[in-house]
Structure formats: C-alpha cells, structure tokens
C-alpha cells in the first residue's frame, strides 16, 4: 500500500499536537504543584538570541494547520504572529489546531498530491522557490513543524517540568492487525 499525502502529513501533525496539548498540561500540573504562574513560561527562551516559548507554540500551528491551507491554495501565508499569550491562551490554541487538523479528510488531502507551490519567503530565498505539495511539506513544513515542537518541550524541560522523551513522541500510530 502506497503512502499519501494525507498519511504523511494530517496524522503525523496530529501525533505531535496531541503530544504538545499533553506536555503543555503537564506543565500546568508542575505550577499548581509547585505554586509557580505557568503565564512565566510564555516569554521563556533557550538561549537569548531564540524565540520565545509563545513564538514556539504559534509556530507549531502555523507549520501544521497552516501549511495544509498552502497545499490547498498554493501559498503560505499564515496569519500575523498574536505574540505574547496567557499560557491558557497557548493551550486553547493547540486544542483549535487539533480540532482543525481533525477536519481534514484523506480525500481532501490527497487531492493536493503534485500541486505547485512557490514558496516566496525573503529570508531563505530572494526569488520564490518552485515546489510541490510533496516536497513543501518533507522539505520545509516538517522541519520546521517538529523544530518548534522540540524547542516548546525544551523549553519546559529546561524550566524543571517533569516531562521526558515518551511525552514528546505522543501516540505511536501502530500497524492494524
């Protein structure tokens, strides 16, 4: 049975999603416990010169939700950055991301299997580069997607919440028997 584009993208974002809504509650869990404000979190970095926990979290929507939107219309163009949130807020905003993620239909997706994308982004390219559906979500939306994935978990893993690598993988999709 071949792979689709459906099973390469939907499921693998929703895998890690559901894997971020549940160490984003773990976290919660940690600061009622430990009497801390879990809103600290949100301007949280790894190194001075990186983005904050907030960009993480918004960029794990962007790269997932709106990554599908530009296989479907041929341009990524995701929304402006909100910014800084509530940590409440970025927890809502992971739980729309599952939900949005779980409207799409293998059908649907598949259906943007060859579709030509340029993606124009001046900070990697001066001119737009020439992609397909394919190859913008292995090449562009998958690393980046699970870059601010990781760095969202090391983030709270560097801040003392008790999460480990089972926590980041989330639910295995096992083969049917």
């Keep these: 049975m071949a792979t689709t584009l459906y099973d390469m993208s939907v499921p693998t974002f929703l895998q890690t999603v559901r894997a971020v809504s549940g160490f984003l509650q773990k976290a919660a869990i940690h600061c009622q416990q430990t009497g801390t404000d879990p809103d600290d979190f949100s301007t949280a970095r790894l190194y001075p010169d990186m983005a904050q926990f907030w960009f993480q ?29 509530p940590y409440a807020a970025l927890q809502d905003r992971i739980a729309q991301t599952v939900t949005r993620l779980q409207a799409y239909t293998p059908a649907e997706v598949n259906d943007w299997s060859g579709r030509p994308l340029d993606l124009d982004l001046v900070h990697i390219s001066p001119r737009p580069m020439p992609l397909t559906s394919e190859t913008f979500l292995l090449s562009f939306l ?3 997607f699970h870059f601010h994935a990781v ?13 480990g690598k089972r926590d980041y993988e989330g639910q295995l999709r096992t083969r049917p028997d």
């Design 142 to 144: 998958l690393p980046n």
């Design 57 to 85: 979290i918004e960029c794990v929507d962007n790269f997932s939700v709106w990554g599908l939107e530009a296989m479907r219309t041929g341009a990524f163009t995701p929304p402006p950055l909100v910014g800084p949130a």
């Design 151 to 163: 760095t969202a978990y090391d983030i709270l893993r560097t801040r003392g919440v008790p999460i």
